[in-house]
């Protein structure tokens, strides 16, 4: 299991993620779109005192998985969840960020029924590196996350808490100076802690991947949106804007 803010909320994703897109020449936004936690830096040649370095973002994240349970209990899940990001460029190819919002609820099937989830907190810390800075651009990333919230069948209630450790890979290039395209790939882990039948149980998903793509445009000197699909391993659909101060 994973928490839904990671592309990312819960990603959380966060959540994702987001491609730098930039106008060559010019300083440009350094948001923080994504449910992984890529920031949307402009790696433009421009002075770096005047690079904008602080980003704050608001992205939001749908996904849907299988997953397996101690006793070989399987289990389809759908979760949705929306993340408030800041992040932190110290220099022009790297970032951090962090992350807090909401599991905003979803449902767990099991062969003995639905198990609806409540909203709860998920909290996310990631970082990203524009390790190449042309076309194509190639973007690694990581984050952390944690969300927590109960599920209900009936009368019964019981906690459910994810972990999630994901590292990622993200290839594009931007035209016209405002649209940038891209593909990704993640590979994550970490256990969901569950009460099933009156017994402790750890999960964690059947698919420890993600392939899909998405795009980033730019929307003003300090601001961009992203919008993301991914149809291979767990399925999600994210998207977000972010602004640069």
């Known amino acids: 299991m994973r928490s839904v803010t990671r592309t990312r909320a819960v990603s959380i994703a966060f959540v994702a993620g987001v491609i730098t897109v930039g106008r060559a020449q010019t300083a440009l936004g350094c948001g923080t779109s994504g449910p992984d936690g890529v920031s949307a830096c402009s790696l433009a040649e421009h002075d770096e005192q005047g690079r904008p370095k602080w980003g704050v973002g608001l992205s939001g994240v749908y996904t849907s998985t299988s997953l397996h349970f101690t006793g070989d209990t399987h289990a389809d899940e759908t979760r949705a969840a929306t993340v408030v990001s800041l992040s932190y460029a110290p220099v022009r190819a790297f970032s ?12 767990l ?6 198990y609806d989830f409540s909203t ?23 984050q952390l996350s944690f969300t927590g919230a109960q599920t209900r069948k ?23 100076n405002a649209f940038s395209p891209y593909a990704l790939a993640r590979v994550f882990g970490g256990p969901a802690y569950w009460a099933y039948d009156g017994q402790s149980v750890t999960g964690t ?36 804007v972010s602004v640069a101060f």
């Open 205 to 240: 998903d059947t698919h420890h991947f993600q392939i899909g793509a998405g795009f980033a445009l730019l929307i003003g000197k300090h601001a961009d949106l992203f919008v993301e699909g991914v149809p291979l391993g767990e399925r999600a659909v994210a998207a977000g």
């Open 120 to 142: 709860g907190p998920t909290a996310t810390i990631g970082a990203s590196w524009r390790v190449v800075d042309r076309k194509p651009f190639v973007v690694l990333t990581s």
């Open 96 to 107: 951090v960020e962090a992350g807090f919002g909401a599991a905003l609820g979803g449902k």
């Open 154 to 176: 009936g009368d019964v209630t019981a906690a459910y808490d994810a972990f999630d450790l994901r590292l990622g890979a993200v290839v594009g290039a931007t035209l016209w």
């Open 109 to 114: 099937t099991l062969p003995d029924g639905t």
